[in-house]
């Protein structure tokens, strides 16, 4: 009876009873139950949920391209598998334009130093995504420190007192030390140096119009951009203006060369004023004066002219009458209505001779004189 029994206790043996279980499972195995499937989803739901996140944080980064951003949208959209490409390959790809994208931009903005250094950096190929992030973050700012340092020392070369000093302490300190300086210092310090030239200006100065707007803009808030812009604009408008009344003075009562000339300044460029008032008003004086010179001589050749033909009648340093044959010399000894001589005088004196219209006349009165002189010259 005991062996008769003895199978059946070993089939109904809990090791037994594991291994024929065992083997019903491999052949057919049981459905997942409920909460087996359940917890796949949930995990699958997670993994979507952790992914959607992980997509918008990086096209939420300041780097993102307008074409990140999109091919971040669509694959959230398409779903968990589109999701899972995205971040797994495709932002790379995508990352890597951004970055070449971002230092060809460099350019528009860079310096000597760091254009060429971009562009000798993207002519090498086979650039990692670190090579590219490195040369944005890093090397980009040490390349434009240079070319901020000499862009300072160009400043300070031909800088005023305050730029000078404020330019040459920003060389020596930090590279933001430079880039504030190139960004806020020069300016500060700059119209320090403006403050100055201004007045040295208004010192200087003798129109109306540019003195009263220098001392007002001086007595004044103004800022550096403000001062900057006067000197470099207002104050030559004004300085024109000024000039304008100058030459209007002066062609007042000028004479023609100098009213011809300054109304042609007037009429031109701010330029044509400068130079009429530097040296345009005294070559039209010069050429006034000798014109004025030449009349007075023509005048005084006249006025001599007149003296010599009227002291070519008068009596002569020999004693004897003057007989107006000169030249130019038409006097004559007044006539009696007759043609007659009207006077002789006596011993010593010169004999004058009336003139007669007719020309027998003349031949008469010479002989008539050389007779008389002849027994004067006997008598005596």
Not at 44 to 53: G, P, S, T
Not at 206 to 212: I, R, V
Not at 257 to 271: W, Y
Not at 303 to 328: F, I, L, M, V, Y
Request: proline residues 5%; charged residues 30%.
């Amino acid at each position: 009876m005991t062996t008769a029994l003895a199978p059946a206790v070993l089939l109904a043996s809990p090791a037994f009873a594991d291994t024929n279980q065992v083997a019903a499972s491999t052949a057919n195995p049981p459905a997942p139950t409920a909460p087996d499937r359940e917890a796949a989803e949930d995990s699958a739901e997670d993994q979507a949920e952790q992914d959607r996140k992980t997509i918008l944080a990086i096209i939420a980064d300041p780097m993102a391209s307008e074409y990140m951003k999109e091919a971040g949208h669509k694959a959230i959209a398409d779903g968990p598998a589109a999701m899972r490409t995205f971040i797994e390959t495709d932002q790379h790809s995508i990352r890597l334009d951004d970055y070449r994208i971002a230092i060809m931009r460099l350019l528009h903005s860079a310096g000597p130093s760091l254009k060429e250094g971009v562009k000798d950096f993207l002519k090498t190929d086979g650039r990692t995504l670190a090579d590219l992030r490195h040369f944005y973050e890093v090397t980009q700012h040490e390349l434009r420190d240079i070319d901020n340092r000499v862009e300072i020392a160009r400043l300070a070369n031909t800088a005023g007192a305050a730029l000078k000093e404020a330019a040459k302490k920003a060389l020596l300190g930090t590279p933001a030390d430079r880039i504030a300086f190139l960004e806020q210092g020069r300016h500060i310090a700059q119209a320090e140096d403006d403050r100055v030239e201004l007045a040295r200006i208004d010192e200087g100065w003798d129109g109306p119009l540019l003195s009263e707007a220098i001392s007002k803009l001086l007595n004044g808030s103004p800022t550096p951009a403000e001062l900057r812009h006067f000197l470099e604009v207002t104050q030559h408008e004004l300085r024109d203006q000024d000039n304008r009344v100058e030459i209007a003075q002066i062609i007042d009562e000028g004479g023609p060369e100098l009213v011809k000339a300054g109304r042609a300044a007037l009429a031109g460029t701010p330029a044509d004023r400068a130079a009429f008032l530097l040296t345009g008003q005294h070559e039209a004086r010069k050429k006034d004066e000798k014109t004025q010179q030449e009349k007075d001589q023509d005048k005084n050749d006249d006025k001599n002219d007149g003296q010599k033909d009227q002291d070519s009648s008068g009596p002569r340093s020999d004693g004897k009458e003057n007989t107006g044959t000169g030249a130019g010399n038409t006097a004559v000894a007044p006539q009696s209505v007759s043609g007659t001589q009207l006077a002789s005088t006596g011993a010593g004196d010169t004999p004058v001779i009336a003139v007669g219209a007719g020309a027998a006349l003349m031949g008469g009165a010479g002989l008539l004189l050389a007779a008389r002189m002849r027994r004067q010259a006997s008598g005596n």
